[in-house]
C-alpha cells in the first residue's frame, strides 16, 4: 500500500515550519514521527518554545550519537556536554545522575530541557542553589559531608585538568567547612549551603551557562566547562 498524500504533500520544504516539516518527512517515508509537546515542556522553563525547538535538534544529535535510540546514555551525556572525554569522573556522573530525573539510567528529552534549564542565566538563584547543593549531596542525606566534598572537589579539579597538592585540597574543605557548617555538626544542610552560596558566589559560577540565553541565534556546543582556578579555591 502506498502512502497518502496530505495537504503538506507538494509544498517545499523550506516553506514549513518545524511540525510540518517533521510532518511531511513522517509522510514520505510512511513512518510515524511523533514529535515532543513543545508547549508543554518549555513551561516552568526559561526556554521560549523555539529554544525548546532548537533544544530537540541537539537532542537527537547528542541521544543517536552511539546509541540510536533517541535517548541520551551515560557514555552520550559524557562525550557531547564535557571537556574531558577521556575518562570517567564523579563530576560528570552527579551531573548525569541529576539530568536522569526517573533513575533509569538515561535521559529523555523532557528531562534535558528541564535540567538544563536550571544553567539558563534567568534561572532562579534558589534552583542552582538546590541543584549545587545536591551534586554535593552524593550519598543523598540531604546534608553534604566532609569526605563528600573532597571526593567533588577532586572530581572538579580533574575535570577542570587542574593540579594542586593534597594538602591544598584538605586547606579548601577545611575553608569550605569553616565557613558553611555554622552549626558546628559536622556537616552542611540545605540552610547552612543556601547562606554560604550567598556569601560565596564562586560556588555558582560554574551553575550558569550564558550562551542558553539566546539558543536560537547562536546554536552552541554544549560542553559544559567545570573549570575552577586556583583563586577560587582559595577562599
Request: proline share 3%; aromatic share 10%; glycine share 4%.
Amino acid at each position: 500500500m502506498g502512502c497518502l498524500q496530505t495537504k503538506h504533500a507538494g509544498r517545499s520544504p523550506h516553506s514549513l515550519d518545524t511540525r510540518e516539516a517533521v510532518a511531511l518527512a513522517a509522510e514520505t517515508s510512511c513512518e510515524k514521527v511523533d514529535l515532543p509537546d513543545f508547549v508543554n515542556i518549555a513551561t516552568g522553563t526559561p526556554f521560549t518554545v523555539s529554544e525548546v525547538e532548537a533544544l530537540h535538534d541537539l537532542f537527537r544529535k547528542i541521544s543517536n550519537s552511539i546509541v540510536k535510540d533517541n535517548l541520551i546514555h551515560k557514555e552520550e551525556f559524557h562525550a557531547a556536554l564535557f571537556r574531558n572525554k577521556k575518562k570517567q569522573n564523579l563530576f560528570v556522573d552527579r551531573v548525569f545522575d541529576l539530568f536522569d530525573q526517573k533513575r533509569n539510567g538515561v535521559i529523555e528529552f523532557g528531562e534535558f530541557v528541564r535540567s538544563l534549564s536550571v544553567f539558563h542565566p534567568d534561572a532562579p538563584e534558589e534552583q542552582k542553589v538546590a541543584f549545587a547543593f545536591k551534586l554535593y549531596d552524593l550519598r543523598q542525606t540531604g546534608f553534604i559531608e566532609r569526605n563528600e566534598l573532597k571526593e567533588m572537589v577532586l572530581a572538579l579539579l580533574d575535570e577542570s585538568d587542574l593540579d594542586i597538592t593534597s594538602d591544598a585540597v584538605e586547606i579548601i574543605v577545611d575553608r569550605t567547612f569553616d565557613q558553611a557548617d555554622t552549626k558546628g555538626d559536622g556537616r552542611i544542610d540545605q540552610e547552612e549551603w543556601t547562606e554560604f552560596a550567598k556569601d560565596n558566589p564562586y560556588v555558582l559560577r560554574n551553575m550558569t551557562l550564558p550562551y542558553l540565553k539566546d539558543i536560537t541565534m547562536v546554536f552552541p556546543s554544549f560542553v559544559i566547562h567545570s573549570e575552577i582556578s586556583e583563586a577560587d579555591m582559595a577562599v
